[in-house]
């Protein structure tokens, strides 16, 4: 099985400015998330597999080449967001809507957008088919998904080991983790490392 790197993109505008940027909000990457993934150096890859947003996408351009071959995957998308898509806390405050998003701990759905259950039941879902495909493949050493925050807490709180909480794999911009499958478990039980 594949060593598999789950690495959050880089810095956008709305990342800097602390605004909500789910599925709903393509936005490219600013100039200092270009810079920040040229002060670093990353592994080589034989596959790369991302989220279509352009984030994602430039990310990946950015570390492994404009011509590196990747396949995008939808189900790997950010949260929507819904009515709080690309606000921050200062232009929602005073919204009531908001104010019972955050009292609930986030586990009401977001105003018209998706609940927490349903982003987690997607990202899940299409990381383990996407696993699948990499069985099934040719051999590979190690793969890249290049995908969102939100993304990388979903599939690790499920498939993270040992055990933690969505929150506990909170990751910054341009950094992630590396898995490795857990000897003598099921295939869906993964060794997480902090990466960057």
């Known amino acids: 099985m594949a060593e598999i790197m789950l690495l959050r993109h880089s810095m956008t505008r709305g990342n800097l400015e602390g605004r909500y940027v789910g599925c709903r909000t393509d936005e490219s990457l600013c100039e200092e998330g270009i810079r920040l993934l040229q002060s670093r150096s990353y592994p080589a890859v034989d596959r790369i597999y991302a989220s279509p947003m352009k984030r994602c996408v430039e990310t990946a351009q950015v570390i492994w080449g404009t011509d590196a071959q990747m396949t995008l995957v939808p189900e790997l998308r950010e949260c929507d967001f819904g009515a709080?898509?690309?606000?921050?806390?200062?232009?929602?405050?005073?919204?009531?809507?908001?104010?019972a998003w955050i009292d609930s701990g986030g586990t009401l759905p977001f105003p018209d957008g998706e609940s927490m259950d349903q982003f987690k039941k997607r990202c899940r879902e299409g990381f383990r088919k996407l696993v699948q495909v990499m069985e099934t493949s040719e051999p590979l050493m190690r793969a890249a998904l290049v995908v969102h925050g939100g993304t990388i807490m979903a599939v690790l709180e499920r498939f993270g080991f040992p055990k933690k909480t969505y929150f506990d794999y909170q990751v910054k911009n341009g950094c992630g983790y590396m898995l490795t499958p857990v000897e003598g478990t099921d295939l869906w039980n993964y060794q997480c490392l902090p990466w960057g």
Do not use: P
């Not at 898509?85 to 104010?99: D, F, H, I, P, T």
């Open 84 to 99: 709080f898509e690309n606000q921050n806390y200062k232009e929602l405050s005073g919204n009531s809507a908001y104010q």
